[in-house]
């Protein structure tokens, strides 16, 4: 569906990309992963027509980013893009007219777009009036005018609350399910776990690590990770590395990766002589893997 071949950009002297290269296949939910200013912006804008890149190629389908293609792809970007004072519908007006779409057609697919984000019945109220979360669904919206093949969706749930961000999360399942073939990025490793069937993870202008959440937990020999409070952090980790346990800090967390899912006693036989006062255990989830990545490892 989307190709890109050795896309390079430079500010000034900064280079951004750097011969980045990925594809995303037709219906599945992409997540572009990278650090703040890792060019995740940047490829959104090029794939989108907006920044020209200094060398390097986009195919959408088979065919070259143009004009033409440029009404496959849909983009909903990080601030939202609509006039407050105007309604719903004139809203979507506004944008459709952009893509040259007139009269029923025009009508059609207001209608259309509003129904995909189950904002219908709001169609004659100003934006001022919807709730944050109604406004990124519109935001949604308006990228879904023209009817693309592909949406790209910048950071769709940055700043939202938890329960807006599930309805979002629920309306990109349903845009998915219709068919839908979804470009995301985000910070929110949770979000992409959720949503992406594949994630990619940016750095250096490149893609460093890529693949499903099972492919890319090869990047830790853990099949498990348990974390644990205690007052004698210094003996658990000398007693855990005497085992061959690697362990790392999440924040204030003390955790470490199990090669084999044991028994919680066999795990508290471990760690005999050891006073702890709780442990959790969990499968290996994406925020472990890009951590790892990002430090290198
Ligand atoms: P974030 O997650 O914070 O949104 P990002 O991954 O989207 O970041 P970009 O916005 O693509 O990153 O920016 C990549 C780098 O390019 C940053 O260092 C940024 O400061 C720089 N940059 C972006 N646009 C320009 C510009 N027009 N002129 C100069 N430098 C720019």
């Not at 390097?56 to 004009?67: F, K, N, T, Y």
């Not at 700043?159 to 910070?187: C, F, N, V």
């Amino acid at each position: 569906m989307l190709k890109i071949q050795n896309l390079n950009k430079t500010y000034g002297n900064r280079q951004v990309l750097n011969n980045l290269t990925f594809q995303i296949q037709p219906g599945e939910i992409y997540g572009l992963l990278g650090a703040n200013g890792a060019g995740k912006t940047t490829t959104i804008n090029i794939i989108c027509n907006l920044l020209k890149a200094d060398s390097g190629d986009i195919l959408v389908g088979d065919r070259p980013v143009s004009e033409a293609t440029k009404s496959s792809i849909g983009i909903a970007p990080q601030e939202n893009l609509l006039y407050k004072t105007l309604t719903c519908e004139e809203n979507l007006k506004f944008y459709a007219q952009i893509y040259g779409l007139t009269g029923q057609k025009c009508r059609q697919q207001i209608e259309t777009s509003l129904t995909a984000v189950n904002l219908l019945e709001r169609a004659k109220n100003p934006i001022e009036t919807l709730s944050g979360g109604m406004q990124r669904r519109m935001n949604i919206a308006v990228a879904l005018v023209h009817q693309p093949k592909l949406l790209i969706l910048d950071e769709p749930t940055t700043g939202l609350d938890i329960e807006t961000r599930y309805e979002i999360w629920d309306l990109i399942w349903q845009l998915k399910s219709q068919g839908m073939t979804i470009l995301l990025t985000t910070h929110l490793l949770d979000e992409a776990q959720r949503l992406c069937q594949r994630i990619g993870i940016l750095k250096g202008g490149q893609i460093i690590a890529q693949g499903s959440l099972d492919e890319l937990r090869k990047y830790i020999p853990a099949q498990e990770i348990i974390t644990i409070e205690t007052e004698q952090e210094d003996a658990a980790i000398a007693l855990a590395t005497q085992l061959g346990f690697t362990h790392r800090r999440y924040g204030n967390d003390l955790a470490f990766w199990l090669p084999k899912p044991l028994e919680l006693k066999e795990i508290l036989t471990y760690f005999e002589g050891i006073s702890i006062n709780s442990i959790s255990r969990q499968s290996v989830q994406l925020e472990h893997i890009y951590l790892e990545v990002m430090r290198g490892n």
